[in-house]
């Protein structure tokens, strides 16, 4: 009910933006991991929520560089992978995903409240596995980079206030699939197609 009265309050007409703009988000995401069979094995489904906030830099109204933290965290089981099917072991397990990501994009002058974007960037993506039951050696703390991009609009409620929504693809090699389920099921990327919803401050 507040967004939608501060849509109504705010001024029609499109108002000079600054040359520089700094503005903080906060940001929710629905993600739906590449490794299907992997996530599924260990969490039952092969799609989670991640949550986060970063910064964005725009210049000019145009051009803009983003830092976004974000994380992900889910209880679950080990596994392993036998004639095409997973078998759940009953040892609980807990897995983090920690992205950092930068990316740089352009966005289209579509209206004075409506201003649709494309980026493109890398992160760097941190994936810890535990369980209390394994010996440490067993579990998995490792960071790899990624690569990013992302596609969008953003609707301006108000002078101070934007959402933004969008579609981001990440491809992250180089952590899953070299034991496990993810090496049975031949799946080595950690990324996936992400939903994500910002709320952003600043003009």
Request: glycine residues 14%; proline residues 4%.
């Amino acid at each position: 009910m507040l967004l939608v009265g501060l849509a109504l309050a705010a001024p029609a007409a499109a108002q000079d933006a600054p040359a520089l703009s700094i503005r903080p988000f906060v940001l929710g995401a629905g993600q739906s991991f590449a490794a299907v069979d992997t996530f599924d094995a260990a969490f039952g489904r092969s799609y989670d929520l991640f949550f986060g906030g970063g910064v964005q830099v725009v210049v000019q109204d145009r051009f803009y560089f983003e830092g976004t933290a974000s994380r992900f965290t889910q209880k679950g089981q080990r596994a392993f992978r036998s004639g095409g099917q997973n078998f759940r072991l009953g040892i609980p397990l807990t897995a983090t995903i920690i992205p950092f990501e930068v990316t740089a994009g352009y966005r289209f002058h579509l209206s004075p409240r409506l201003r649709p974007y494309i980026a493109a960037g890398v992160g760097t993506y941190g994936y810890k596995e535990t369980s209390e039951f394994s010996d440490p050696a067993e579990n998995v703390d490792v960071r790899h980079v990624g690569f990013v991009a992302n596609g969008g609009a953003e609707f301006r409620l108000h002078r101070w206030l934007g959402v933004g929504a969008d579609v981001q693809y990440t491809h992250v090699p180089g952590i899953l699939g070299g034991s496990g389920v993810s090496q049975q099921a031949g799946e080595n990327d950690l990324g996936g197609v992400a939903a994500r919803l910002k709320l952003i401050v600043g003009r």
